[in-house]
C-alpha cells in the first residue's frame, strides 16, 4: 500500500469527506443506510408499488389470508393467482369467499390499477404489477386483507410514506428550535445558557406521552387530515429538540476554544461569518448523526399515538394506524397477518439507530 | 561497576512485550536486560513510545490486556534460595499479588488520576496495608496516618480522610508516594513521579523520593525523560529506545562519556548554563518511529548522524551485556 | 451541599408549576368550557339546565375571569387535593383514581428496579470481558430491546401467549382479587402479575442502561487509578469491582433521571395493551371522552410523580458522589 498517496488524499480532504470515509468503515450502518434509502424510495413510488387501492373496501372479503402468486402451472411458467368464489356456510349460512381454484387469474407488469397521481402530479393507473381481468372483489393479497376487506400489503407500501416522512418533518422541526436554541445557548453562555439548560431540563423531567396524548387528544375532532397531521408533527417534535440542543451547545462550547476559531475571530471575520464559514462545517457531520438518532424516536411516537388512537385519523394511513387494527387479541389470532406492520417499524428503528452510531463514531472518532 | 553495590534485589533478562492489535502485533519491548539492587537508583530514560512504561508494568504483571510477554525473565532476589521467574506466575495467583505492592511498589505519573475520587485517601492507603498485612482496621489506619507524616504530608491526622481532589497536585504525589511504600516493599518503581507537577513541588517531591530512598535502603527504577532529574537522582542509567537498551552506564560516565549516538543527541538537547545566548537548542532529527514500522538494523539508524551506512541498516549491533557498562552501537563494538 | 440540594429543590418546583401549567393548557384546549361539556352530559341523560343556571355554574368556577385568574383558582384548588369532578363517572377525580396511580407507580419501579438489577451486572461482565460470547449476547439483546417499542412487544408476547399457551397474558389481579379489598393474599396476586409487564417496560431501557454501563466501564477500566490498585496486590475482581465500577456508577445513577419518566410514559402505552388497571387505560378513556378534569389530574400527577422519582435519583447521586456532596459541583 502506498502510504504517503493516501496521506496526500487524507490532507486534502474536507471534514465531510473525512467523515464519510471513516463512516464506510462501519459496514452495518452502510447496511441501514441502503435499508433507509430503499425505504424512501418505497415511499415515493408507494402508490406505483401498491397494488389495490389501500382505500377500497369490500365485506365479502373481510380477513382474507395472505395469498401467494404462483409462479408455474401445469404450462410452464405462468404466475398467477386464484380468483375469489362465494361459498355459502352451511351452519350459518353466511356467505364467505374463499380462493377458487378453478379460476386462474394471470399476473401481469405494469398492469393497469386505481388511479392515483404519480409524485403527486402526473395522473396514471401503471402500477408494478396487478392482475389482467378478473371482478371488482378479485385482487392479489399477498399480506391478506383486514376487517374491511382493505388489501394489508398496498396499505403498507402506502403507510411507508406517512410513518417515514412524518418523522423526517418532526426532525426538521426539532432540528430547527434545538439548533437555534442550543446555538444561542453555547454562544452566547451566560444567564441565557441557563436558562435554556433548565428549561431543557424541565422537558426532560415530564413524562411525554400522557402529555401527548393530552395535547393530540385536544386537537379538535373536525379538522382535517391534513390539519391533524401537522399538529402531531409539532407535537412530536416539541421533544426531540432537547437532545438536538444539547449536541449543538456542547459543540459550540468546544469551538468556541478552538484555535482556528479564535484565529478567525482576531483576523476580524464577523460573527455569522465565523459561524457558517468555520463553526457550522465542523459539526455539521454531528449534527447528521443526531438527527438520524433522533428520527426513529419521531417514528415510533407517531406509532404509538395512533395506535392509541389519539394520532393521525383514518383515512390517513400509517403503520401506527395500521397496528391499531392489531390490537385485539382475539382478533390478532384469527388474522395474525395484521402484526405485519410492526416489521418495518422495527427494522426502521434499527437501521437509523445502526446509521447514526456509524454517523457518530465517524464524526468524533476520539469521542 | 563493582565496587560497593547494594544486594541484586531484581534482575530483568531479555524481557520481550508484544501488543496484539487489529493489524498484527507490535513488539514494544525487544530483549530489555536491567537490574536494581538494594540502595541504588536505576534511572531508566528515552523519549516517549521507548517502552519505559511497559517495562515497568510487566515486570508487576499488570501489562493492558492487549499486552504479553512473550520472552525472558524478570527474576526477583535473583541468585538466592528464594529466587523467583515473575514471568513465569499467573498474573492473578496469590504469589503474584504479594510481590505487587508488597515486593515492589509502584509510584505514579498522574497524581490526580492514580488516585480515585470515589475514596479518602486514608482508604486507599488502607487497603494497601491490609492487601499485605494482618492488621486490623484501626492499626491500619493509624499506619496510613504515620505513613502520611512520614511523606511530609502536614496534620496527617486529618488529611487521612480527605478526598484526593481535596489535595493539592504535590500532596496528591505525597499520597500516591505513601501509598506505594505501605508494605514497606524493598523495590519502588516510579513512572514519570514529577512529570505532571510544577518545578519547585517537582524539587520537594524528588528530595522526598531519595530520601525515603536511602533510608529505607530500597532499590529504585526511576522512569523519566528529564537528563535533570537522571542527573539528579540517578546511580545508574539506562537510556532506551523502541523497546531496546541503547545505553547503560554509571551516571557519572553517562554524562561524561556518553557512548551511544543517541545518548549524545539526547544530552545535547537539554539546556545547559553553559550555551551562548541565542544558540539553538539541538534537537534531534525526525521522530521516533512507530514499533510497528521498527528499522531494520539499528533502529536508531535512520535519525542516527553518525550512521555508518551500508552496516548499521543492515545488521543490528550486539545488546548491551547485563550489568555491564556499554552501549548496543557498531561505534562501540570498534572501540572494544 | 446544600447549595446543590436548594438547586435541585428550585429546579423541581419549577417543573412542576410547568407542568401545571400545560396540564391547564390541556384542560383549557377543547373548544368550549368545562360547563358546556357538563350541560352536554346531563342533556344526554334527559336533565336539562337552563341559561341562568349554566351562567351562575360559569361564575362559580371562574369561567367568566381572565385565563391567568382562572389558573390560579385551580391551582388553589389542587393544592389542597381538590381537583374536580370527573364528567364521565360523576364522582371526585380522586376517588376515579384511586389505587390506580399507586398500581402504574408500582409497576414503573418495579421496571425501574429490574432494568438496575439486570443491566448492572450484564453492563459489567460486558465491559471486563469485552468481545466475548456473553458480550455480544448482551450486544444482541441490547439491539433487541432497542429496536422493539414496549408496545408492539406487548402486543407479541400477549398474541405469542394466547396463540401458543392458551393463556391471557395481562391485567394485574387475577380475577378473584381484582374487586377484593386489599389483603395479603391481594398484595402477593399483585406481586405475581408484577414482572411481565414490568419486564416489558424494563427491556428497552436495560438495553439502553447496559450500553451505557459497559461504554462507562471500558472508559473508567484504561484509566491510572486501576492500574494503582493492581500495583497495590488486591485481587482482580476486588479492584474492578471497587473503584472502575464505582465510577461508572455514577453516569449510571443519573440515568435515572430520564429513565424513570420514560418509565411512567411506557407503562401508559403497555397497560393499554395488557390492559393493566394503572391510569393508562383511565387516561385513555378520559380523553376520547374529552373528561378534561380526570384527564389533567392523571397528567398532572404523573407529572408530579415522575419529578419526585428524578428528585429521588438526585440524592442519592449525591450520596454516592463525594464531590457533589462535598464541593456541591459534578
Known amino acids: ?367 | 561497576m563493582v565496587e560497593s553495590m547494594g544486594r541484586h534485589v531484581l534482575s530483568v533478562r531479555d524481557l520481550a512485550v508484544e501488543f496484539g492489535g487489529d493489524r498484527g502485533t507490535l513488539r514494544a519491548l525487544d530483549g530489555v536486560s536491567l537490574d536494581l539492587h538494594a540502595g541504588r537508583v536505576l534511572g531508566v530514560v528515552g523519549e516517549s513510545g521507548c517502552g519505559k512504561s511497559v517495562t515497568a508494568r510487566a515486570i508487576l504483571g499488570i501489562l493492558d490486556r492487549a499486552g504479553k510477554v512473550t520472552g525472558g525473565q524478570v527474576l526477583l532476589d535473583p541468585g538466592t534460595s528464594s529466587q523467583q521467574d515473575l514471568v513465569a506466575l499467573d498474573p492473578n495467583s496469590q504469589t503474584m499479588r504479594g510481590v505487587r505492592g508488597g515486593r515492589i511498589g509502584l509510584i505514579f505519573q498522574e497524581p490526580m488520576t492514580a488516585l480515585s475520587v470515589h475514596y479518602t485517601v486514608g482508604n486507599q492507603i488502607v487497603e494497601a496495608i491490609r492487601a499485605h498485612r494482618e492488621l486490623s482496621k484501626a492499626d491500619a489506619r493509624n499506619r496510613a496516618i504515620e505513613l502520611l507524616g512520614e511523606v511530609g504530608i502536614p496534620r496527617p491526622e486529618s488529611r487521612v480522610d480527605a478526598y484526593p481532589f481535596q489535595l493539592s497536585g504535590g500532596l496528591r504525589q505525597r499520597v500516591g508516594i505513601a501509598m506505594a511504600l505501605a508494605a514497606d516493599p524493598q523495590i519502588l518503581i516510579a513512572d514519570e513521579p514529577t512529570t505532571a507537577l510544577d518545578v519547585t513541588t517537582q524539587a520537594q517531591v524528588l528530595a522526598l523520593l531519595r530520601r525515603l530512598q536511602r533510608d529505607k535502603g530500597i532499590a529504585l527504577m526511576l522512569i523519566t525523560h528529564d537528563m535533570g532529574v537522571i542527573a539528579q537522582m540517578a546511580d545508574d542509567v539506562a537510556v532506551m529506545y523502541l523497546g531496546r537498551i541503547a545505553e547503560f552506564s554509571p551516571v557519572r560516565d553517562l554524562f561524561a562519556r556518553p557512548r551511544h549516538p543517541y545518548t549524545r543527541a539526547l544530552l545535547r538537547s537539554v539546556p545547559s548554563i553553559r550555551a551562548e545566548p541565542r544558540d539553538r537548542l539541538a534537537t534531534i532529527g525526525g521522530t521516533v518511529p512507530h514499533p510497528g514500522a521498527r528499522p531494520s538494523g539499528c533502529a536508531f539508524h535512520p535519525r542516527c548522524p553518525e550512521v555508518i551506512a551500508g552496516r548499521c541498516d543492515q545488521s543490528a549491533p550486539r545488546p548491551v551485556p547485563p550489568l555491564e557498562a556499554g552501549a548496543a552501537c557498531f561505534l562501540n563494538e570498534g572501540a572494544a | 451541599m446544600l447549595i446543590y440540594l436548594a438547586r435541585r429543590l428550585v429546579l423541581a418546583a419549577i417543573t412542576c408549576i410547568a407542568i401545571s401549567i400545560l396540564t391547564f393548557i390541556i384542560i383549557r384546549l377543547p373548544p368550549g368550557d368545562f360547563v358546556d361539556a357538563y350541560i352536554a352530559n346531563l342533556a344526554s341523560n334527559g336533565s336539562v339546565v337552563s341559561a341562568d343556571q349554566a351562567q351562575a355554574m360559569r361564575r362559580e368556577y371562574g369561567l367568566d375571569q381572565p385565563v391567568i385568574i382562572q389558573y390560579g383558582m385551580w391551582m388553589s384548588r389542587v393544592v389542597v387535593g381538590d381537583f374536580g369532578v370527573s364528567m364521565m363517572w360523576r364522582r371526585p377525580v380522586t376517588e376515579v383514581i384511586g389505587d390506580r396511580l399507586w398500581l402504574t407507580m408500582a409497576v414503573s419501579f418495579s421496571a425501574l428496579f429490574l432494568t438496575w438489577t439486570i443491566a448492572l451486572p450484564i453492563g459489567i461482565y460486558s465491559a471486563v470481558r469485552q468481545y466475548s460470547l456473553g458480550d455480544y449476547a448482551a450486544t444482541l439483546l441490547g439491539f433487541i430491546g432497542l429496536a422493539i417499542p414496549n408496545f408492539l412487544l406487548a402486543l407479541i408476547l400477549m398474541y405469542l401467549g394466547f396463540r401458543y399457551l392458551g393463556l391471557s397474558v395481562g391485567g394485574l389481579f387475577s380475577p378473584e382479587f381484582s374487586q377484593a379489598p386489599w389483603s395479603m393474599a391481594k398484595a402477593w396476586d399483585l406481586a405475581k402479575h408484577v414482572p411481565l409487564p414490568a419486564c416489558v417496560l424494563a427491556l428497552a431501557g436495560t438495553a439502553h442502561q447496559i450500553r451505557i454501563m459497559r461504554a462507562n466501564l471500558l472508559d473508567e477500566l484504561r484509566r491510572p487509578y486501576v492500574v494503582t490498585a493492581r500495583a497495590k496486590g488486591i485481587s482482580e475482581l476486588h479492584t474492578v469491582l471497587k473503584y472502575p465500577v464505582r465510577a461508572a456508577l455514577n453516569p449510571f445513577a443519573s440515568s435515572i433521571a430520564y429513565l424513570f419518566p420514560y418509565l411512567v410514559s411506557g407503562s401508559i402505552i403497555v397497560s393499554l395493551v395488557l390492559g393493566l388497571p394503572t391510569v393508562g387505560p383511565l387516561l385513555l378513556q378520559a380523553l376520547v371522552a374529552q373528561d378534561m378534569f380526570l384527564a389533567g389530574t392523571i397528567v398532572l400527577l404523573l407529572g408530579i410523580m415522575t419529578v419526585i422519582g428524578t428528585l429521588v435519583s438526585d440524592l442519592l447521586l449525591m450520596w454516592i458522589e463525594p464531590r457533589i456532596r462535598l464541593q456541591g459541583r459534578a
Open chain 1, 1 to 367: 500500500m502506498s502510504a504517503s498517496l493516501t496521506d496526500d488524499r487524507m490532507a486534502q480532504a474536507t471534514q465531510l469527506q473525512l467523515t464519510w470515509w471513516r463512516f464506510c468503515r462501519h459496514k452495518l450502518a452502510l447496511i441501514s443506510l441502503g435499508v433507509i434509502v430503499t425505504f424512501y424510495v418505497i415511499a415515493i413510488f408507494a402508490d406505483f408499488l401498491a397494488i389495490t387501492d389501500p382505500h377500497a373496501t369490500d365485506a365479502r372479503r373481510s380477513y382474507m389470508p395472505p395469498q401467494a402468486i404462483q409462479l408455474f402451472d401445469a404450462d410452464g411458467f405462468n404466475p398467477h393467482v386464484n380468483g375469489l368464489k362465494g361459498v355459502r356456510d352451511l351452519k350459518t349460512f353466511k356467505m364467505t369467499f374463499a380462493p377458487d381454484q378453478g379460476r386462474k387469474l394471470k399476473v401481469v407488469m405494469f398492469a393497469h390499477g386505481y388511479e392515483y397521481n404519480l409524485f403527486g402530479l402526473i395522473p396514471t393507473d401503471r402500477h408494478l404489477f396487478g392482475i389482467e381481468g378478473g371482478q371488482p372483489v378479485d385482487g392479489i393479497f399477498l399480506l391478506g386483507t383486514d376487517q374491511l376487506g382493505r388489501d394489508v400489503y398496498s396499505r403498507l407500501i402506502v403507510a411507508t410514506r406517512i410513518s417515514l416522512f412524518i418523522g423526517l418533518a418532526g426532525v426538521t422541526l426539532s432540528l430547527f428550535l434545538g439548533v437555534m436554541l442550543g446555538g444561542i445557548s453555547g454562544l452566547y453562555g451566560g444567564w441565557v445558557d441557563t436558562i435554556i439548560q433548565r428549561v431543557i431540563e424541565v422537558v426532560r423531567s415530564i413524562p411525554t406521552i400522557p402529555l401527548w396524548m393530552g395535547l393530540a387528544a385536544a386537537l379538535p375532532n373536525t379538522w382535517s387530515v391534513t390539519q391533524v397531521y401537522f399538529a402531531i408533527t409539532i407535537i412530536i417534535s416539541l421533544v426531540g429538540w432537547t437532545e438536538l440542543a444539547r449536541v449543538v451547545r456542547g459543540r459550540f462550547l468546544a469551538l468556541r476554544e478552538e484555535d482556528f476559531v479564535i484565529a478567525a475571530e482576531l483576523a476580524g471575520a464577523g460573527q455569522t461569518r465565523i459561524i457558517v464559514r468555520h463553526m457550522l462545517p465542523s459539526f455539521l457531520s454531528h449534527i447528521i448523526a443526531a438527527v438520524s438518532l433522533a428520527l426513529p424516536a419521531m417514528i415510533v411516537s407517531e406509532t404509538s399515538l395512533s395506535f392509541l388512537g389519539l394520532g393521525l385519523r383514518p383515512p390517513a394511513i400509517s403503520w401506527g394506524i395500521l397496528l391499531q387494527d392489531a390490537q385485539n387479541v382475539q382478533v390478532l389470532s384469527g388474522a395474525p397477518w395484521l402484526l405485519v406492520a410492526a416489521a418495518p417499524v422495527i427494522l426502521v428503528i434499527l437501521a437509523f439507530n445502526f446509521l447514526g452510531d456509524g454517523l457518530r463514531d465517524a464524526a468524533d472518532p476520539y469521542g
